[in-house]
């Protein structure tokens, strides 16, 4: 992968996302952990399906950065510092947890709409594919959330 400024962009929006779904799958796997309340069956389940599916996209993102040459970031601390998802605070009630991965959604949705740019942009179409099917796949689990929070 020769070092363009375009190639450099897209390898950092790569691995931000590497960073967002690694924080986010262990912000969902505490969020199944700790949930409690009324809908504790509803969304223990539902939180397991995320933390699932999550680790799946983290899996593709990396293997996608090392097919093209690019190191994704592997270690907590780098993971943290890098995503724009914050760790779970430890204290949320099921309703805070509901609508905190709305917005984590969301926010990832953004961020990947400027990585399918910055790839179609290198002429990277599998990228931008990947990217596409993912934010496909949040953008109705954020419905759901919502829908959850009767917004």
């Known amino acids: 992968m020769a070092k363009t400024k375009e190639k450099v962009q897209l390898t950092e929006v790569l691995n931000k996302q590497v960073a967002n779904f690694s924080v986010l799958y262990m ?72 609508q905190t991965l709305a917005d984590d959604f969301d926010n990832v949705c953004k961020e990947l709409t400027e990585g399918i740019t910055a790839a179609e942009d290198n002429d990277d179409q599998p990228t931008a594919d990947m990217f596409i099917a993912i ?17």
């Open 27 to 98: 912000k969902l796997h505490h969020y199944h952990w700790y949930v409690k309340g009324e809908n504790f069956f509803t969304l223990h389940v539902k939180f397991q399906e995320l933390y699932t599916e999550a680790g799946l996209h983290l899996d593709t993102i990396a293997e996608r950065m090392l097919s093209l040459g690019a190191l994704p970031t592997a270690t907590l601390k780098e993971q943290l510092e890098l995503s724009s998802i914050k760790e779970a605070s430890g204290d949320e009630s099921a309703q805070e947890m509901v």
């Open 135 to 151: 934010r496909t796949s949040l953008e109705k689990h954020g419905w759901m959330l919502k829908a959850y929070l009767a917004e």
